[in-house]
T-cell receptor, first 116, second 115 residues
Framework: DTGVSQNPRHKITKRGQNVTFRCDPI?????LYWYRQTLGQGPEFLTY????????KSRLLSDRFSAERPKGSFSTLEIQRTEQGDSAMYLC??????????????FGQGTRLTVV | AQKITQTQPGMFVQEKEAVTLDCTYD???????LFWYKQPSSGEMIFLIY??????QNATEGRYSLNFQKARKSANLVISASQLGDSAMYFC????????????FGTGTSLTVIP
């Protein structure tokens, strides 16, 4: 399977704990995106990378959130001191190099986080 | 202002019938792309169809077609010959070439195909 892979698929954590999610994009894709989706809403942009450089971050990405893509391949999204409001589906997507408007993003199956 | 607006929270369609899912968008960038994604209950976003702002013809992909009306800033998805497997959430999205790289998504439409 050469699609976008996310791990874990589900995560339940206690409030105040730290969690880390991993995303493995399609191998030839140099752009990688993180989105958050809450129930009944569309995905909301968090951040994106071109290779290892984090080029854009949303205001939604508070200082408790950090994303890395150290070697331009897989990426991690860490949430520190989780809050119940962080409960959501976290989606990762990747797209081909030098995208223009017609470059679609390919999404993983997401990581569903539940903070109790 | 919302970049993408989907005004139909839920839609029902009889199997084998056609259905139109509405999407309007807002941008001042002359160069942009419009996308439709399907999200089944499993959670994965599946790309369906793309329309570029400079494309002269409406996009088609199998049973999916995009009714692009640029002056009205609408990009409605038409699904012909609906199948039970089409039941899912459908999201309209936009990407602006000159003003950003993220995808903006609407709130989605839940489609239920009735046998």
């Amino acid at each position: 399977d050469t699609g976008v892979s996310q791990n874990p698929r589900h995560k339940i954590t206690k409030r105040g704990q730290n969690v880390t999610f991993r995303c493995d994009p399609i191998s030839e894709h140099n752009r990688l995106y993180w989105y958050r989706q809450t129930l009944g809403q569309g995905p909301e942009f968090l951040t994106y990378f071109q290779n290892e450089a984090q080029l854009e971050k949303s205001r939604l990405l508070s200082d408790r959130f950090s994303a890395e893509r150290p070697k331009g391949s897989f990426s991690t999204l860490e949430i520190q001191r989780t809050e119940q409001g962080d409960s959501a589906m976290y989606l990762c997507a990747s797209s081909r190099p030098y995208p223009t408007a017609n470059t679609e993003a390919f999404f993983g199956q997401g990581t569903r986080l539940t903070v109790v | 202002a919302q970049k993408i607006t989907q005004t139909q929270p839920g839609m029902f369609v009889q199997e084998k019938e056609a259905v139109t899912l509405d999407c309007t968008y807002d941008t001042s960038d002359p160069s942009y792309g419009l996308f439709w994604y399907k999200q089944p209950s499993s959670g994965e976003m599946i790309f369906l169809i793309y329309q570029g702002s400079y494309d002269q013809q409406n996009a088609t992909e199998g049973r999916y077609s995009l009714n692009f009306q640029k002056a009205r800033k609408s990009a409605n998805l038409v699904i012909s010959a609906s199948q039970l497997g089409d039941s899912a959430m459908y999201f309209c999205a936009m990407r602006e070439v000159n003003t950003g790289n993220q995808f903006y998504f609407g709130t989605g439409t839940s489609l239920t195909v009735i046998p």
